[in-house]
């Protein structure tokens, strides 16, 4: 079965601090991997995606995720993150009917 | 290309009322997902259409729950007797066909049941 975890529920930063959200998944087939933010009483949006090539992945915002076959991970991470950057953020991967979303991870960006 | 849409944004019943959302997906993409989002929790996968055929159902589904997509554009999801539990953020999304694209995410119906 295909499954998606991220191991942290919240994440508190500094701003300014770099920041890492993990995201580990199981899957036995192709692995399409994406990572969404939600800020408080929006829509998802996608930040990145993972579909195939080149492991490190670069998004909108200034993060950017790395994709370990080994490790089967999708961990995010953004060098110095801001105030505005307080949002939940989902690791998802793409299912055969379905996306699979992990519980997300809630930063909370501290000034 | 406005988007994924949905409506309405919010909506309050009774219990024990029936309610229906509607969500306008991105008009070129066949495919289309339905989520529930409760608060502090990830979305869950409700159900899945491809084109107008309704492929896959979440046990989560009860049977007073019912998605349609009629003509495989614009789709519907009915709630009939609706309980305090139901109250939730019903998401719609939708994407091209393939494993190896992004879904886009409407707003959300926000649902309250009183």
């Known amino acids: 079965a295909q499954s998606v975890t991220q191991l942290d529920s919240q994440v508190p930063v500094f701003e300014e601090a770099p920041v890492e959200l993990r995201c580990n998944y199981s899957?036995?087939?192709?692995?399409?991997l994406f990572w969404y933010v939600q800020y408080p009483n929006q829509g998802l949006q996608l930040l990145l995606k993972?579909?195939?090539?080149?492991?490190l992945v670069k998004g909108i915002n200034g993060f950017e995720a790395e994709f370990n076959k080994s490790q089967t991970s999708f961990h995010l991470r953004k060098p110095s993150v801001h105030i505005s950057d307080t949002a939940e953020y989902f690791c998802?991967?793409?299912?055969?009917?379905?996306?699979?979303f992990g519980t997300g991870t809630r930063l909370k960006v501290l000034a | 290309d406005t988007g994924v849409s949905q409506d309405p944004r919010h909506k309050i019943t009774k219990r024990g009322q029936n309610v229906t959302f509607r969500c306008d997906p991105i008009?070129?993409?066949?495919?289309l997902y339905w989520y529930r989002q409760t608060l502090g929790q990830g979305p869950e996968f409700l159900t899945y259409?491809?084109?107008?055929?309704?492929?896959?159902k979440s046990r989560l589904l009860s049977d007073r729950f019912s998605a349609e997509r009629p003509k495989g554009s614009f789709s519907t999801l009915e709630i009939q007797r609706t309980e305090q539990g139901d109250s939730a953020m019903y998401l719609c999304?939708?994407?091209?066909?393939?494993?190896?694209?992004?879904?886009?995410f409407g707003q959300g119906t926000r649902l309250t049941v009183v």
């Open positions: 999304a939708s994407s091209s066909t393939g494993k190896n694209t992004e879904a886009f």
């Open positions: 899957s036995s087939v192709s692995v399409y």
């Open positions: 993972y579909l195939s090539g080149s492991t």
């Open positions: 998802v991967l793409s299912g055969t009917y379905k996306y699979i």
């Open positions: 008009s070129e993409h066949n495919r």
């Open positions: 259409f491809q084109n107008e055929a309704q492929l896959e």
